[in-house]
């Protein structure tokens, strides 16, 4: 970027991409959409790399190798340098499981396909499953590699019938972009995020400015501003700016909602044309320049230092000083990347590295580590490393129900049916029915056990994200989750099955009443809408009433038809993965977090508990809880080493079975 090629305000402009990204990744509300700036980076890269391959196509100068050798050369080193500390750190803080993780996403990675891996695995980019992977944001590499395999041939395709040509391709291009990502807003929000096809039109805007604007694309600013050119700047960088601060990882995305900060990227980078403008003073501070320099090791490295930090807090939700020293970290491994990895490789010969070496080096660094990724998964993880207890611990710590496969997500209407549970007497009557969602799922172990010593036979449906409540849809999933389909499925199966006297519903009631996770639980909210209404306001604010309507609407069905409710009440949440905090203890030898106490557990459930007082005033319903066996008053996580939990809400198997006995002797003793 010397001489007559370098603007100091695209640097800036690259700063205004990257801090908010750093800071929204860290939690800091203030920064709740930083996740645009990406959307920023697209545009810049976009805007500048096709103002390159205009000029070379121009001049007949343009080279498909000299244009991968120049990704090369930006892109891999310091990509593969993060990589490898990524991988040589997990062998010493990360699980088996969460090492093997790693061990895929770096080879997808290394296949620029890690937004497609990671939208296959992770899902929701704002999840809690996210918040523990340490390569989640290469997912953008990806999406500009996949772009510019092949945007280049398509340009070169059609150079020869001139500038006009180009134009028109790329707009054309870009729009059926933009109306696939808007059609996929609501309908795919998963692949819409992350699918190339659907941010195409981001780097489409930027190169369309670039094609626009001629040669003069990639020229130093010249000189005669206009009031139109300044106020430009100042919309652009209030569009990023406001984006940035009035954002929520609730809002659908990127759709209409990224053309905000596209289009101030735009105004800016148009703005910037011309020297000595208001915003271009502001971008061109030195402060600002210097991050744009760093900005790409700083967005490499920003993110597992992040995720490092939140594996050895034992917390998805980072402290102040946490986020503090996290940035600190960031920015100075980002600008030791860049200074003694970034530069020096896109040197050129004779000062440099010549091209054959550059190819040569990037084919023996991705093989070296596609090697490690490759152990990493035939090893499982490499448990040879953790010491035997503390592995063994760990790993039933986080044993599914083997319950799970059979009575998980099954309609009574499907082929099977519903799973049977309890006494296994071929002529014995059915009589209990225990229905719910993925915590129904985690006690069952335990009622089936209780079941069988007693004698009794029954059914179980669970359902993940799915609370037994007639009538109500989950707005924040996609369509096809089916909530209200399956329990209304359910509910006939009921009325129709004489043989069942008892129905037991338990499910995680706190987040379905509050639709907001535990403290220290990152993720986005429960959001209920009615099955009359499903396309009413999305908003987590009016789950209470309508969960309040649908618990009495299927408490009163179910006693119409002349059986018994129980309900078994929320386990009190954690807000931190226990099986991964017992395993940071013992093998990294960090301190166990704090969990919640008695009154912080009943606090959080005591809207629900609110909700079903007239219910059991009434005689209607009897309700069993756990939550005074576990907190006393503090909430217990682990008995004698055996861990409580197998993530931060759901029981292990082992606490399914020491406590659910006790659980359904009370639900079951008569009044």
């Given at each position: 970027m010397a001489g007559t090629l370098y603007r100091r305000d695209i640097d800036g402009l690259r700063a205004l991409a990257v801090v908010p990204v750093?800071?929204?990744?860290?939690?800091?509300?203030?920064?709740?959409?930083?996740?645009?700036?990406?959307?920023?980076?697209?545009?810049?890269s976009g805007y500048l790399i096709t103002g390159i391959l205009a000029r070379e196509l121009a001049s007949g100068q343009f080279s498909i190798l000299r244009f991968y050798e120049r990704r090369a050369r930006r892109i891999l080193p310091a990509l593969f340098a993060m990589l490898a500390v990524c991988l040589i750190g997990g062998y010493f803080i990360l699980t088996p499981e969460m090492l093997k993780g790693l061990g895929k996403s770096t080879g997808a990675t290394l296949l620029f396909a890690s937004n497609m891996w990671f939208w296959r695995t992770a899902g929701d980019y704002f999840g809690n499953a996210s918040e523990l992977e340490p390569l989640l944001h290469t997912w953008s590499l990806a999406v500009e590699e996949q772009f510019y395999i092949a945007?280049?041939?398509?340009?070169?395709?059609?150079?020869?019938?001139?500038r006009g040509a180009m134009i028109a391709l790329v707009a054309v291009l870009s729009a059926l972009s933009f109306a696939l990502s808007v059609w996929a807003t609501p309908r795919l929000p998963g692949p819409n995020f992350y699918f190339a096809l659907t941010r195409a039109w981001e780097l489409g805007l930027g190169a369309l400015l670039a094609l626009m604007a001629g040669t003069r694309a990639q020229e130093a600013p010249v000189t005669g501003r206009s009031m139109v050119r300044d106020a430009a700047g100042l919309i652009g960088l209030a569009l990023i700016v406001g984006s940035v601060v009035f954002y929520d990882p609730l809002m659908p995305f990127p759709g209409m909602a990224a053309i905000p900060p596209c289009l101030g990227t735009v105004l800016i980078l148009w703005s910037g044309a011309i020297a000595g403008g208001p915003a271009g003073r502001i971008l061109s501070w030195a402060p600002f320049v210097w991050i744009g320099l760093i900005s790409y090791s700083l967005y490499l490295w920003h993110w597992p230092v992040q995720v490092m930090f939140r594996v050895l807090g034992n917390s998805v939700d980072l402290s102040f000083s946490g986020i503090a020293v996290s940035v600190v970290a960031a920015l100075l491994l980002g600008w030791l990347s860049w200074r003694y990895i970034e530069r020096p490789f896109r040197r050129p010969a004779p000062n440099g590295f010549g091209r054959a070496a550059i190819f040569g080096m990037s084919f023996a660094g991705g093989t070296v580590l596609a090697a490690i990724s490759a152990a990493v998964l035939l090893t499982q993880g490499m448990p040879w490393r953790i010491p035997a207890p503390t592995l063994t611990a760990y790993s039933d710590a986080i044993q599914l129900s083997p319950l799970r496969d059979a009575c998980m997500g099954h309609s009574p209407d499907e082929k099977g049916g519903l799973c049977r549970i309890g006494a296994e007497i071929s002529d014995m009557p059915s009589t209990v029915l225990v229905w719910g969602d993925s915590h129904a799922d985690a006690l069952l172990p335990g009622?089936?056990?209780?079941?069988?010593?007693?004698?009794?036979?029954?059914?179980?449906?669970?359902?993940?994200?799915?609370?037994?409540?007639?009538?109500?849809?989950?707005?924040?999933?996609?369509?096809?989750?089916?909530?209200?389909?399956?329990?209304?499925?359910?509910?006939a199966f009921l009325e129709r099955t004489d043989s069942i006297k008892t129905v037991v519903l338990h499910a995680r009631w706190t987040i379905a009443v509050e639709g907001v996770r535990a403290p220290g639980e990152l993720g986005t909210p429960f959001v209920f809408a009615s099955q009359d209404d499903p396309s009413g306001p999305a908003s987590y604010e009016q789950n209470h009433d309508l969960v309040a309507a649908a618990l009495h609407k299927t408490v009163k069905r179910i006693r119409a038809s002349g059986r018994k409710v129980i309900i078994i009440d929320s386990v009190p949440e954690i807000g931190w993965s226990v099986p991964q905090a017992l395993f940071s203890t013992r093998y990294v030898g960090v301190g166990m977090p704090t969990a919640p106490d008695l009154k912080a557990a009943?606090?959080?459930?005591?809207?629900?508990?609110?909700?079903?007082?007239?219910?059991?005033?009434?005689?209607?319903?009897?309700?069993v809880s756990l939550t005074e066996d576990l907190c006393t008053p503090i909430c217990k996580v682990e008995i004698d080493g055996n861990a409580l939990y197998r993530d931060d809400d759901h029981l292990s198997l082992w606490a399914a079975r020491a406590f659910a006995p006790g659980l359904m002797d009370k639900a079951f003793t008569p009044l």
């Open positions: 750093v800071l929204g990744h860290a939690g800091l509300s203030w920064f709740s959409g930083g996740f645009v700036g990406v959307d920023v980076f697209f545009v810049i945007f280049p041939l398509i340009l070169w395709a059609v150079a020869s019938r001139g009622v089936e056990e209780w079941m069988s010593q007693n004698r009794l036979s029954g059914y179980a449906s669970a359902k993940v994200g799915c609370p037994p409540l007639l009538g109500l849809t989950r707005a924040d999933l996609r369509p096809n989750h089916g909530c209200n389909a399956h329990n209304e499925a359910v509910m009943e606090a959080r459930n005591h809207r629900f508990r609110a909700l079903v007082e007239p219910l059991l005033a009434k005689g209607h319903v009897r309700l």
